[in-house]
């Protein structure tokens, strides 16, 4: 939707934003410009997009300077009786923008700098019809100040076209003609058409995970939310909250904000970097905020003026701030412990009834801010909700195809409440977890292990990516200071290694996305997870060291994390505070401003759109939570954040509710019973009856070899008991053994891949290889039933559809020497996870070889299988 045409700096905009001419004196933040000669007389010709209709070529010439922020800006001085022109339309309305009703306005505006010495002269800006030349619209004003050494004596000027005109605008060829008349050349800049709705909608929000927007501006302190937009020098105002400074001064639904503090909106920069921290609407907006607890605030203490264009003329509101803030320095200032405290109220007023905050990433960043306060208050919020993650994800996979995300973040929750509580029921899931990862890894492109978002597949032509991978990383340092080891760390370096910007071989020292896109703009989350993996183990300190110092060096791009740029920001910003605290206090005081901004005392910090991330993550859930952890991370009452502390908080005496009992047996006929939400005691039988309160409590491993009913029910301390768990076992798989096994190029990798199949373990599958260069079908499987028994049937369970096989033949034998022979064959129409293969006849055999000669889904190269069974 936006056009820019770019003349040093004169710059067109067709853009989202807002008839009489109008004009107002704010300050410009314009270069410091020196009166040399030299630069003064600049370069002659016309610059780039433009033409020069009237005047010497000599007319036209270009002044550059700094402005006081670093940024080098470019202007235009036009001797009278010079016109410029340049050609441009109006883009016609986007489908999700012809959805909006209500009408578009326009305006073009212009900033005169001033004159090239004493005198007076007038510049004007007209729009004309391509085609007959015919005036449209015009802005006009006089300039008769002089540019002196320093300062600048600067206006910028503004003029509406209202709802019909701009109507009868789109997708008409336009044409900008600039001219001056007077007696000395004039210092012009900032040329702009900006295209606005009369009532600003979040239905015109562009895409979030990437984009440019437009996007949302919180800004909590002054108690509004704004429509920001690139390449834009007008803000426009989305909602006005109630008895918020912005209503009380009078601020409205659709106004639009054409300055602050005195000084006109630069052009906006929503791309991550250095001209967004700098100059941004959201950066001018909260320094002015800063600004007004300053020793000497313009506007007097704590108000904050905003300049509106308001039906076409120019007018001037103050804002009186209800709170101090003063955040200079932010991380010792006391407005830093009050926000704070804001924050954790917050998450104690939305914490549901049920433990959770809407889901697994809000729930783990709010159990961990509330557990990093040290407050023994919060003990039973924090194991509340870390029962509902247990009860919510009693295995792995229920974490979904994308689950190396959500698993991770859930174990790394489960690990700091064990290192904090002792509480061992969350062992065996932290164990689960890494084993279900660590059976998800497939070859990359570049031959070595490698993860996707989850058991599913390797995306990007099996380049994977580095981001899930970096999370399970943490998760599996947390778990070895738990005493837990997975191996996970090993079988993922080579990967991280190859996907590293090497400073020893020429590279940035950041994390790429993977081994094929290592970038300067998306690095923050995936190189601040892996430093705090790396840290906490207190290995590969040069990956670290080098990955750290460019966060360090590029923190205006901490929210432009891939798809994560919340809680990307805050993940990177706990990586700062582990590995170099003193790189994390100078990155957080330098963000005075933004924190400034969007903190609204009477609620918590107010979401603003992160560069590249998507809301759907959560928005004033996520940013409270997961900030409130961050403010919280220097006591370092954390392992993620520094500590080392075990065992300070006491839950023993909590207690937990009630749930069904899961049963579990392994190969050698050994049963664990376990209750969805682990804690209560478990009363079982293993004759078929009924589990009563004089039944025998589950201490230990039952040994059940061949097979039966078990039957199992949790108990409270009183006589309260749960629902009864039914499960029937045939034979127990001791004696079975993988001997053989397709799915991967490494042999032995493929059984030990192919034994997930006869372990009883619901939480894990045989997964084959579907990286690089896998196989795919057929697949087999060859297994030892350890001694020879009578088959009447084959069972086998997939774990999802693009998993399953479409065809099966079972072969059997009874020594190795003989030749396997077909005992039973099916085909299968539709989707059904348990499938059996019955025999022709019963059949006394050993050795089986189970061949799957077609997938399920043509064209699938994958076998997901959870279990087989015979009967």
């Known amino acids: 939707m936006m056009r820019l045409v770019t003349l040093c700096r004169l710059y067109v905009i067709s853009a989202l934003s807002v008839s009489a001419v109008s004009g107002m004196e704010l300050s410009i933040p314009n270069p410091s410009l020196s009166l040399d000669k030299k630069v003064a007389a600049g370069a002659a010709g016309v610059p780039r997009e433009w033409k020069l209709l009237s005047g010497p070529k000599e007319s036209c010439r270009k002044w550059v300077g700094q402005s006081p922020l670093g940024v080098e800006l470019s202007h235009v001085i036009l001797a009278p009786g010079s016109t410029l022109s340049c050609e441009f339309s109006v883009g016609a309305l986007t489908e999700k923008e012809t959805k909006v009703k209500r009408d578009w306005t326009g305006v073009l505006s212009l900033d005169l700098l001033g004159t090239i010495g004493k005198g007076s002269s007038r510049c004007e800006l007209s729009l004309h019809d391509a085609a007959s030349g015919k005036k449209l619209h015009a802005l006009s004003n006089r300039a ?51 295209r606005l709705h009369s009532q600003p909608t979040s239905r015109l929000f562009g895409k979030p995970n990437g984009g440019k927007g437009p996007d949302l501006l ?198 700091e409440y064990y290192l904090a509580t002792g509480d061992s029921r969350v062992l065996p899931r932290i164990e689960g977890i890494l084993r279900w990862v660590r059976s998800g890894l497939y070859t990359s492109k570049w031959g070595m292990l490698c993860l996707g978002h989850g058991t599913g597949g390797l995306p990007y032509g099996n380049k994977a990516l580095v981001a899930p991978a970096t999370h399970a990383l943490v998760l599996d340092s947390l778990a070895e200071k738990c005493g837990i080891e997975s191996g996970l760390w090993d079988a993922l370096l080579p990967y991280m290694e190859y996907s590293w910007s090497d400073p020893a071989k020429g590279g940035h020292g950041a994390l790429g996305y993977n081994a094929s896109y290592k970038d300067k703009r998306e690095f923050w989350s995936r190189s601040g997870l892996f430093s705090m993996a790396a840290h906490l183990r207190g290995e590969r300190q040069d990956m670290e060291d080098a990955m750290i110092s460019f966060m360090h060096g590029h923190h205006p791009w901490f929210r432009n994390s891939h798809a994560y740029g919340e809680p990307g920001g805050s993940l990177g910003l706990l990586a700062l505070n582990l590995c170099r605290p003193d790189a994390f206090t100078e990155v957080m005081n330098h963000y005075s401003w933004w924190f400034a901004l969007a903190w609204d005392p009477n609620f918590g910090l107010r979401f603003t759109m992160p560069h590249m991330g998507a809301p759907y993550m959560g928005t004033e859930d996520l940013i409270n939570a997961s900030y409130a952890l961050v403010f919280a991370a220097p006591k370092k009452s954390l392992w993620i954040t520094g500590g080392q502390k075990r065992d300070w908080l006491d839950v023993s005496e909590l207690e937990t509710p009630l749930s069904p009992v899961i049963v579990r047996r392994n190969k050698q006929g050994q049963v664990d019973l376990e209750c969805r939400l682990p804690g209560p005691k478990i009363r079982y039988t293993t004759d078929g009856s009924q589990p009563s309160k004089n039944s025998p409590i589950y201490e230990k491993s039952i040994d059940f070899p061949a097979g039966g009913t078990i039957k199992a029910r949790a108990m409270s301390k009183g006589i309260k008991m749960g629902e009864i768990t039914t499960v029937n076992f045939g034979p127990a798989k001791a004696g079975w053994k993988v001997l053989a096994a397709s799915g991967h190029k490494d042999p032995a990798e493929a059984v030990r891949r192919a034994g997930y199949a006869i372990d009883h373990s619901p939480g894990h599958s045989w997964l084959t290889d579907i990286g690089q260069d896998a196989q795919g079908y057929p697949h087999y499987i060859v297994i030892d039933l350890g001694a020879a028994m009578p088959l009447n049937a084959v069972k086998v369970t997939f774990t999802r559809d693009k998993g399953a096989a479409g065809k099966c033949i079972v072969k059997g034998a009874l020594t190795m020497k003989e030749r396997p022979v077909t005992i039973g064959e099916s085909t299968w129409q539709g989707y059904q996870a348990e499938r059996r293969v019955d025999l022709s006849k019963s059949t006394q055999v050993r050795y089986i070889r189970l061949e799957f000669s077609e997938p399920f889904k043509e064209g699938s190269v994958s076998l997901a299988l959870r279990e087989i069974d015979v009967e």
Not at 155 to 179: I, P
Not at 338 to 347: D, F, G, N, T
Request: aromatic letters at 8%; hydrophobic letters at 40%; glycine letters at 8%.
């Open 144 to 194: 008769k100040a002089e540019v002196v050494e320093g300062k600048l004596q600067t206006v910028r000027v503004w003029s509406e076209l209202n709802a019909q005109q701009m109507a009868e605008l789109v997708d008409q060829k336009l044409t900008l003609k600039l001219s001056v008349e007077g007696s000395v050349p004039l210092l012009v800049s900032g040329v702009s058409f900006s």
């Open 218 to 415: 919180g800004v909590g302190s002054l108690g509004f939310d704004a429509i920001t937009e690139h390449q834009q020098n007008i803000l426009t105002v989305l909602k006005v909250r109630e008895k918020s400074p912005a209503e009380k001064a009078g601020l409205k639904d659709g106004d639009k904000i054409i300055g602050v503090a005195g000084r006109v909106l630069p052009v906006n920069d929503v791309d991550p970097g250095w001209n967004w921290y700098r100059r941004s609407h959201e950066a001018v907006i909260g320094r002015a905020v800063l600004a007004a607890w300053s020793a000497k605030p313009p506007e007097g203490k704590g108000v904050v003026s905003l300049h509106l264009l308001r039906n076409g003329k120019p007018t001037r509101i103050r804002c009186q701030l209800s709170q101090t803030m003063d955040f200079q320095p932010l991380l010792s200032s006391q407005n830093k412990d009050k926000m704070h405290q804001q924050m954790i109220e917050y998450l104690v007023n939305s914490q549901n009834q049920d433990g959770y905050w809407k889901g697994v990433i809000q729930t783990t960043f709010s159990a961990l801010a509330l557990l990093a306060t040290e407050d023994p208050a919060h003990a039973e919020r924090v194991k509340k909700a870390v029962d509902w993650m247990l009860h919510k994800y009693p295995e792995p996979e229920n974490f979904g195809n994308l689950g190396y995300w959500h698993a991770s973040y859930a174990g790394i929750l489960y690990a």
